[in-house]
């Protein structure tokens, strides 16, 4: 049988833990507020004590000179051969019709030291004791008061966190907007409400950049549906029906290619880069023109490259889509007999790219919207598409890649129609 426990053992253990279980249900949690208010009451105890303590200096300094009594019986202790002089008032000194003898003043001088010495060491006391109580009280209602400052400092925390506490990815419309002067926890409110405005814009900008992109991947496979549903509903196909089918359906494949690419182009942008590698955007430019030379004479448009040294760093295969995406757009929405004006150069301590394209006017405030993914200046899609027309990302691909590559875009519209497109690449030393 196991050994039991003898009783004179359990109480202690029994008390033991409900101490400790009083001591960590009654300990304070360590709020800013708590230590805020220690903190008040600390530096408010160490001030009035070196207070205290100087004053009790000052007081112990003042009554250690010797006081006038001293001096007068001293004066008295030395009388005169010829005559006894009488005692001033309130002086010791001999008795009327005796004569004065040392002893006698040397006691009476003792005696009056030691009620001096009694009557400092008691006033020394009373200022002592009353000077810590009235610390003692003045500590306690420091701390008090610094509960209720902090308090009143934290609320706008406090409001702070029951708000953020409640909102969630739904309700990211909500709004701080605290009151008060503009100090720092005002401010901190502002760039909370501001940090919700950015998360709201991306989170919208995430659902309609969703519902975008599976619009443009719904309409090809539809078209594949019913391509595929038409030949094979066909009673007495031919070899020429079903290969003029499959060709559509290859077509509506390769426009899903071209799609999803872009996709993982404009999230690759949006990724940033990891690592840098020197390239030469000038030999970038004369490739791609030379690439698209041939789309460029189908469409009666000119390109005129000039190309200036302009070495930056980066990642050359998204450098090479941002030139790509800017030709064929320049080229694209151009018109018959327009041109396209490509130059790099350095500026301003920037491998500097800039593409100018005569076609129609653009607004000056649709720039902003055609930077935006799946956004076009055109009739509203109808989902009758030619291979020749994009998708809308373009402009977005090339905003997403210069950013990574902290270069910067400026998108101007031309007087007489097109646009004047502007990429500044950061510079490096060499190309690779």
């Known amino acids: ?46 001030s009035g004590a070196a207070l205290l303590a100087v ?67 008691a006033m020394l006391h009373t200022l002592l004791v009353q000077s810590a109580i009235a610390l003692g009280l003045m500590s306690l209602a420091s701390v008090l008061l610094g509960w209720v400052v902090a308090g009143r400092v934290l609320r706008p925390l406090r409001t702070i966190t029951s708000i953020a506490r409640d909102i969630s990815a739904t309700s990211l419309h ?28 991306s989170f919208q900008a995430q659902r309609q950049f969703v519902a975008n992109a599976s619009h443009e991947l719904r309409t090809p496979l539809a078209r594949q549906r019913v391509l595929g549903q038409v030949a094979l509903a066909d009673p007495e ?4 029906s079903l290969r003029t089918a499959h060709e559509r359906i290859l077509a509506a494949g390769q426009q899903q290619e071209r799609l999803i690419e872009a996709l ?38 000119t390109l005129r490259p ?39 150069g350095t500026q301003a301590g920037r491998a500097v790219l800039t593409v100018a394209n005569t076609g129609p006017v653009v607004p000056a405030d649709a720039v902003e919207r055609i930077l935006l993914p799946f956004q076009r200046l055109g009739p509203a899609r109808t989902g009758r598409r030619g291979s020749s027309q994009g998708f809308g990302l373009g402009l977005s691909i090339v905003s997403a890649i210069a950013s990574a590559h902290d270069a910067t875009l400026t998108v101007v519209p031309r007087p007489g129609g097109g646009l004047v497109v502007t990429v500044g690449f950061p510079m490096a030393t060499k190309p690779r």
């Open 1 to 46: 049988m196991p050994a039991r426990t003898p009783a004179r053992d359990i109480v202690p253990a029994a008390l033991r833990r409900l101490t400790g279980l009083i001591v960590r249900t009654s300990l304070p949690r360590r709020t800013v507020r708590l230590r805020l208010t220690a903190l008040y009451g600390g530096l408010f105890l160490v």
């Open 55 to 121: 004053t009790y200096g000052l007081v112990v300094g003042a009554v250690d000179r010797p006081p006038a009594v001293v001096k007068l019986a001293v004066t008295v202790a030395s009388p005169s051969p010829t005559a006894p002089a009488a005692p001033a008032p309130g002086t010791w000194g001999p008795p009327p019709g005796g004569e004065a003898t040392d002893a006698v003043m040397a006691a009476a001088q003792r005696d009056v030291q030691r009620n001096m010495a009694r009557q400092k060491s």
């Open 174 to 201: 909500r709004r701080l907007a605290l009151a008060g002067p503009r100090d720092e926890l005002r401010e901190l409110g502002d760039t909370f409400d501001a940090l919700l405005a950015r998360l709201d814009g």
């Open 237 to 240: 196909p031919t070899l020429e």
């Open 264 to 301: 993982l182009t404009l999230a690759r942008g949006h990724a940033g880069l990891d690592e840098r590698h020197p390239f030469d955007l000038a030999r970038l430019v004369r490739e791609a023109v030379a690439a698209r030379a041939p789309a460029a004479h189908e469409r009666q448009v």
């Open 306 to 344: 000039s190309t200036g040294a302009a070495v930056s760093s980066g990642h050359r295969a998204l450098a090479e889509r941002l030139v790509a995406n800017l030709l064929d757009n320049a080229i694209r929405y151009n018109v018959p007999g327009g041109q396209v004006d490509v130059t790099t």
